[in-house]
């Protein structure tokens, strides 16, 4: 069965910290893994896409990690905002469909 | 641009009756996904268009759920004899290609009473 882990599945942090969450895969032939936040009663926001023979991608504050060997992928929040309080989810694509992970809840205290 | 539209955003009906929930993927997607997203369950693969190929299906958790994808753009996702446990939010996302970056819309909330 694939499976996607996500830790922490909560963090409270102080503002302007920096950050990193977790994400682990069972399977390692993906085609990318993509990141995304969720707002409370929201859509889903994509952040990042790691295509499978990349190792990180960087969009402002954010940078996220793909090592296929190890079956994990980190994304790191540089001088984190209380903005960014969201639930974080990373997805393996399997192909074409996105094996999800259960998210990481963050909350940054201003 | 605009981005992918859902509607309703939410549907309350009651047990038993049918539902339709539509998806307006981006303009040139070829690539469109139904997931749905249940508290306690977390998000799961429901289908996949690509193009004019036949739809995966293996997502759908019944045979009551069904969707199709006309003229390559608009999807519908139906659900016949609705059942409380068929309560969530429906997703719909969009990417260029196969394994591209998905966008998803805003998503419809359905409630079965």
């Known amino acids: 069965k694939q499976e996607v882990t996500q830790i922490p599945a909560a963090l409270s942090v102080p503002e302007g910290e920096n950050l990193v969450l977790n994400c682990s895969f069972t399977?390692?032939?993906?085609?990318?893994l993509q990141w995304f936040r969720q707002d409370p009663g929201k859509g889903l926001t994509s952040l990042l896409l790691?295509?499978?023979s990349q190792r990180e991608q960087t969009s402002g504050r954010l940078n996220a990690s793909l090592d296929k060997s190890s079956g994990r992928s980190t994304l790191y929040i540089a001088a984190s905002q209380p903005g960014d309080s969201a639930t974080y989810l990373c997805?393996?694509?399997?192909?074409?469909?996105?094996?999800w992970g259960a998210g990481t809840k963050l909350i940054i205290k201003p | 641009g605009a981005g992918v539209s859902q509607s309703p955003s939410n549907k309350v009906t009651e047990k038993g009756k049918d539902v339709e929930l539509r998806c307006d993927p981006i303009?040139?997607?070829?690539?469109l996904y139904w997931y749905r997203q249940s508290l306690g369950q977390g998000l799961e693969f429901l289908i996949y268009?690509?193009?004019?190929?036949?739809?995966?299906k293996s997502g759908l958790p019944s045979d009551r759920f069904s969707a199709e994808r006309t003229g390559g753009s608009v999807s519908t996702l139906t659900i016949q004899r609705t059942q409380q446990e068929d309560s969530a939010v429906y997703l719909c996302?969009?990417?260029?290609?196969?394994?591209?970056?998905?966008?998803f819309g805003p998503g419809t909330r359905l409630t079965v009473l």
């Open positions: 790691i295509q499978s």
């Open positions: 997805a393996r694509d399997s192909n074409y469909q996105l094996i």
């Open positions: 996302a969009s990417s260029l290609a196969r394994a591209n970056e998905q966008f």
């Open positions: 399977d390692s032939a993906i085609y990318n």
């Open positions: 268009f690509q193009g004019n190929s036949a739809p995966d």
């Open positions: 303009s040139g997607h070829t690539a």
